[in-house]
T-cell receptor, first 113, second 109 residues
């Protein structure tokens, strides 16, 4: 069965360290997204990609970067982790721009201390 | 600015009916989505409305009024497993999903 997986599921890191969260999907979807979810806020878009070599900034992109070298993967990098980046991160993929019934990964809980 | 409003928390009784409202103000409209999210889990797709009216899917129904910027999710014959957060999201003119903060639904026996 096709799926979307995130790793790690939980991570604790120190302020200032570079951290990379992995996202891998086997749906063969062109569109992939990274969101963060914080209490009291809706899902907020960090970065997204509509295909290989395509990346775009979302609403809260400062301090984050992504790269898309193949269809399956969209890793999210925190260049220098800050306590404000403590959150739950979700990766998602969808078949096309117009079809937004996206499939979500199980999430990564990141704590920056 | 773009805004999605939904109640923070609602409580209902097992076997009853509950309606979760969502109002929105967005730059353009390309559809409204409802997702269910159990605690500690990923959101899962429930429904999609792009035209006015009611979409029924088993125990769940979703209604949309584009002129009023309003939607609701109706859950019938509530079960304990329906305890979850329900997320309303609107796709704007740039095909970006704008998300509400979610409504936590508590089901009591």
């Amino acid at each position: 069965d096709a799926e979307i997986t995130q790793s790690p599921r939980h991570k604790i890191t120190e302020t200032g360290r570079q951290v990379t969260l992995a996202c891998h999907q086997t749906w063969n979807h062109n569109n992939m997204f990274w969101y963060r979810q914080d209490l009291g806020h809706g899902l907020r878009l960090i970065h997204y990609s509509y295909g290989v070599q395509d990346t775009n900034k979302g609403e809260v992109s400062d301090g984050y970067s992504v790269s898309r070298s193949n269809t399956e993967d969209l890793p999210l990098t925190l260049e220098s982790a800050a306590s404000s980046q403590t959150s739950v991160y979700f990766c998602a993929s969808s078949e096309s721009v117009e079809v937004a019934d996206a499939f979500f990964g199980q999430g990564t809980r990141l704590t920056v201390v | 600015g773009q805004n999605i409003d939904q109640p923070t928390e609602m409580t209902a009784t097992e076997g009853a009916i509950v309606q979760i409202n969502c109002t929105y103000q967005t730059s353009g409209f390309n559809g409204l989505f409802w997702y269910q999210q159990h605690a500690g889990e990923a959101p899962t797709f429930l429904s999609y409305n792009v035209l006015d009216g009611l979409e029924e899917k088993g125990r769940f129904s979703s209604f949309l009024s584009r002129s009023k910027g309003y939607s609701y999710l109706l859950l019938k014959e509530l079960q304990m497993k329906d305890s979850a957060s329900y997320l309303c999201a609107v796709m704007d003119s740039n095909y970006q999903l704008i998300w509400g903060a979610g409504t936590k639904l508590i089901i009591k026996p």
